[in-house]
């Protein structure tokens, strides 16, 4: 993995994430933009100043006490998203 950063918080930024890193685990960090709840499984929208990641939290108990615009830092492996669940940005456009 190429990376660009090495401190205790990230080993990689968002923009160096990719396909080919699917299976690795990484550690990345950065601000919440956005928190989704699924009953289950919540969804952390985690912003860099280089892109944005989905971050699946299984245990929702680690949200605890997270806010949008907290800043955090995760591990766990890149994983490819579900094609189902995939929405293009215009999906939720009224024509």
Request: net charge negative; charged share 30%.
């Amino acid at each position: 993995m190429n990376t660009n950063t090495n401190n205790i918080y990230r080993d990689v930024t968002m923009d160096n994430i990719s396909e080919k890193n699917v299976g690795e685990t990484v550690r990345i960090a950065g601000w919440i933009e956005n928190i989704r709840d699924h009953g289950g499984v919540s969804f952390i929208d985690l912003r860099d100043m280089y892109g944005v990641m989905q971050v699946v939290m299984r245990d929702t108990s680690l949200l605890e006490g997270l806010n949008k615009e907290d800043c955090i830092s995760v591990e766990g492996p890149i994983e490819h998203r579900d094609r189902r669940n995939i929405q293009s940005k215009d999906s939720n456009r009224n024509n």
